[in-house]
Nanobody, 124 residues
Framework: QVQLVASGGGTAQAGGSLRLSCTDYGFSLDDYAIGWFRQAPGKTRDGVSC????????TYINSVKGRFTISRDNPKNTVYLQMNNLTPEDTAKYYC?????????????????WGRGTHVTVSS
């Protein structure tokens, strides 16, 4: 069963950028639709973005549209989340997971086991 590992978190100032990476050491990620999720302290874990398995179409929640970009690098077996123009509201622990596909599209419904997340802290 795929269990993804997120990395690349850290601390940034408001307006700054970070790039998160998601990989698996046993499965090929190009066989899966992959999503990014985040959980702020005291809040639920919510979907942020996903990329489809078939044509790499993408989905974003409204609050990150125009600031975050999800992408794949199949030779590196990695899915990235480029986060620009960060705000303190982006502070959370970020996770990646395989997600349910809806036809050729991805969804923000996780289908797998949660792996290790990575912390992102944005200071004002």
């Amino acid at each position: 069963q795929v269990q993804l590992v997120a990395s690349g978190g850290g601390t940034a100032q408001a307006g700054g950028s970070l790039r998160l990476s998601c990989t698996d050491y046993g499965f090929s990620l190009d066989d899966y639709a992959i999503g990014w999720f985040r959980q702020a302290p005291g809040k639920t874990r919510d979907g942020v973005s996903c990329i489809s398995r078939t044509d790499n179409s993408t989905t974003y929640i409204n609050s990150v549209k125009g600031r975050f970009t999800i992408s794949r690098d199949n030779p590196k077996n990695t899915v990235y989340l480029q986060m620009n123009n960060l705000t303190p509201e982006d502070t959370a622990k970020y996770y990646c997971a395989d997600v349910i596909s809806l036809g050729s599209l991805c969804s923000l419904s996780p289908s797998g086991v949660w792996g290790r997340g990575t912390h992102v802290t944005v200071s004002s």
